[in-house]
């Protein structure tokens, strides 16, 4: 019979070696973990499921007009910005002073160019300068940020002369399709998630641009 010891037994080399290495892997494995959490409540941190895992993605980088647009910190600035914003993406050069900014109460606004209730927002007017509905708020809305573009196309194209050879309504009619275009363009730089459609209408009542809400 083989003799029987009644001592403990003593595990082989292998495992014991096997052992130690899960035991430190375990221990480098929670180490790691409460710089992961801190990653993850990580400020702007963006995360996404990829095969039952969450891991951080990367955030969208700002277009090239967005960055040039920025956030200014005055409806003075923001006008200055787009403005020449309007001039690059137009091609037409900027010769003088940028027009005249007048915010005023819907309704005046209305009764100026319209003569009672309208969808008039905002309005261009040769001469004046523009017009714009006080409730806008082109430094927080993208859309209304666009309707403020769209009117300083008017101005630049008036100061380029463009199609300055053809009759009023004409003139007016080709100037509005530009602008409706660049207003699209202007949206898509900026990541706006919409686009805004030209009206058609034919010929102008008078020499003002007027922007209608689309109904």
Same mark, same amino acid.
């Given at each position: +019979?083989?003799?029987?010891?009644?001592?403990?037994?003593?595990?082989?080399?292998?495992?014991?070696?096997? $052992?130690?290495? *899960?035991? =430190?892997?375990?221990? $480098?494995?929670? #180490? =790691?973990?409460?710089?992961?959490?801190?990653?993850?409540?990580?400020?702007?941190?963006?995360?996404?499921?990829?095969?039952?895992?969450?891991?951080? *993605?990367?955030?969208?980088?700002?277009?090239?007009? &967005?960055?040039?647009?920025?956030? !200014?910190?005055?409806?003075?600035?923001?006008? @200055?910005?787009?403005? $020449?914003?309007?001039?690059?993406?137009?091609?037409?050069? =900027?010769?003088?002073?940028?027009?005249?900014? *007048?915010?005023?109460?819907?309704?005046?606004?209305?009764?100026?160019?319209?003569?009672?209730?309208?969808?008039?927002?905002?309005?261009?007017? !040769?001469?004046?300068?523009?017009?714009?509905? &006080? *409730?806008?708020?082109?430094?927080?809305?993208?859309?209304?940020? #666009?309707?403020?573009?769209?009117?300083?196309?008017?101005?630049?194209?008036?100061?380029?002369?463009?199609?300055?050879?053809?009759?009023?309504? @004409?003139?007016?009619?080709?100037?509005?399709?530009?602008?409706?275009?660049?207003? @699209?363009?202007?949206?898509?730089?900026?990541?706006?998630?919409?686009?805004? +459609?030209?009206?058609?209408?034919?010929?102008?009542?008078?020499?003002?641009?007027?922007?209608?809400?689309?109904?």
């Amino acid at each position: +019979m083989r003799p029987t010891s009644k001592g403990p037994r003593r595990r082989p080399a292998t495992v014991r070696w096997w $052992l130690a290495r *899960t035991t =430190v892997g375990l221990a $480098l494995t929670f #180490s =790691v973990l409460p710089i992961a959490a801190a990653d993850a409540d990580a400020p702007g941190a963006k995360r996404s499921t990829v095969y039952g895992a969450s891991v951080q *993605t990367a955030l969208p980088q700002p277009s090239a007009l &967005e960055l040039r647009i920025g956030r !200014p910190e005055s409806l003075d600035e923001l006008v @200055n910005r787009l403005w $020449l914003a309007a001039a690059d993406l137009s091609g037409h050069a =900027v010769h003088n002073e940028r027009p005249q900014i *007048t915010r005023m109460a819907l309704a005046d606004l209305h009764r100026k160019l319209c003569g009672g209730p309208c969808a008039v927002r905002a309005a261009y007017v !040769p001469g004046e300068g523009l017009y714009l509905d &006080e *409730t806008l708020r082109p430094d927080l809305n993208a859309y209304h940020q #666009s309707i403020l573009f769209h009117e300083l196309v008017h101005h630049v194209q008036e100061e380029a002369r463009l199609h300055a050879e053809l009759d009023e309504c @004409n003139r007016w009619r080709l100037r509005e399709m530009e602008a409706y275009q660049l207003q @699209n363009q202007f949206l898509s730089g900026i990541g706006a998630r919409t686009h805004v +459609m030209d009206p058609g209408i034919p010929c102008a009542a008078g020499t003002a641009h007027a922007y209608q809400e689309q109904r």
